[in-house]
């Protein structure tokens, strides 16, 4: 996924680390929802077939001369966003899925199909940033509005499709579901890959403004981010509800096992809600700062909006944990 060229102040080290580390943070935060009852070797090996699964996207380099001389530009835009991005790369994910994690041993109920599936897009996503930081002379830049804004966007249409592929198996084969397994992850990955390319063409020919345009293009790109944030976590959340509360609802053999898992959520509980808050203040101080400058152009603001978006999904998150920290009970042997 491409995003916009956004420069911020930051020491250049802690934004590479932000650009590598991110899939592994939003695979930790769909594994840690339902309190890491998922297979951590299978998850680990998923994540590094999922990064090798990237270099079957070099398949789709030969279409890309052929589309670079498409007229007019939007629809050489709209091709190379959905025919050399969207369509190839959901396309090879959900055959790692089906072909490694289906009918893996440790897919044991709904919400483990997602987070393995979720798995396999953060490899993807982690591979994709090295190429990107690679090649990029700003990588201090890119290396964070990727953890920010391309990461973010392949693992919650990742959790789409593994919900729509847990509903078809365990919930019954309906129409509704293969919906979610890949035409909702090809149209909101097409779609944040096209709005971002119009924006990068026009802050190529210089014509980048506050106006009608660059409105339409950041309500556009943040409209889909957030449809795929609220959408994935919703369907995330269903099934969760739907399963069985055995998981959620441990009954420990005793007092001291009891207090080291309360203790363990806590931390959880406390990392959530400490990186939630600093994304929020930081997000929103960005935002505020810019709409006081003149002529910023339009995505560092959208990257300042999900900043805070995220923020919020995690401190969200902490408050989840809190209510799965007081299912916790000991009960004395009979």
């Known amino acids: 996924m491409a995003e916009a060229d956004v420069v911020f102040n930051l020491p250049g080290m802690a ?42 996207t070099a398949a789709v380099l030969p279409l890309q001369p052929i589309v670079d001389a498409v007229e007019p530009i939007a629809v050489r835009l709209a091709l190379d966003a959905f025919l050399i991005a969207a369509i190839p790369e959901e396309t090879i994910k959900l055959a790692v899925v089906l072909a ?41 830049s890119l290396a964070f509005a990727r953890s920010v804004l391309s990461t973010p966007a392949h693992v919650f249409s990742a959790a789409t499709m593994g919900a729509g592929l847990a509903l078809w198996r365990w919930r019954g084969r309906h129409w509704r579901h293969l919906l979610l397994v890949l035409p909702a992850p090809i149209l909101m990955h097409g779609l944040y890959n096209y709005f971002s390319f119009i924006n990068a063409t026009l802050s190529k020919s210089g014509e980048l403004a506050m106006d009608r345009t660059s409105w339409l293009v950041i309500s556009g790109f943040l409209g889909i981010n957030l449809v795929n944030i609220v959408l994935s976590n919703y369907l995330s959340r269903r099934l969760l509800d739907e399963e069985s509360h055995v998981r959620r609802r441990f009954t420990l053999p005793n007092p001291k096992l009891l207090h080291r898992w309360r203790n363990a959520f806590l931390m959880q509980r406390l990392f959530w809600a400490t990186l939630g808050a600093v994304l929020v203040v930081a997000g929103g101080i960005a935002l505020y700062d810019m709409i006081t400058m003149i002529g910023y152009p339009p995505f560092g603001g959208a990257l300042a909006v999900m900043c805070v978006a995220h923020g919020l ?12 920290r007081d299912t916790l009970s000991y009960e004395t042997p009979t």
């Open 15 to 56: 934004q590479m680390i932000l650009g590598v580390a991110a899939p592994v943070l939003f695979l930790f935060y769909f594994r840690s929802r339902s309190g890491f009852a998922t297979e951590g070797g299978a998850l680990w090996t998923h994540f590094f077939i999922g990064m090798i699964s990237t270099l079957l």
């Open 100 to 140: 490694f994690v289906w009918q893996h041993h440790a897919c044991e109920t709904p919400h483990d199909l997602l987070v393995m599936t979720v798995a396999v897009a953060a490899g993807f996503a982690a591979l994709e940033n090295v190429f990107y930081l690679v090649e990029s002379d700003t990588w201090q």
């Open 313 to 324: 999904l995690f401190v969200a998150e902490a408050l989840g944990i809190k209510r799965s």
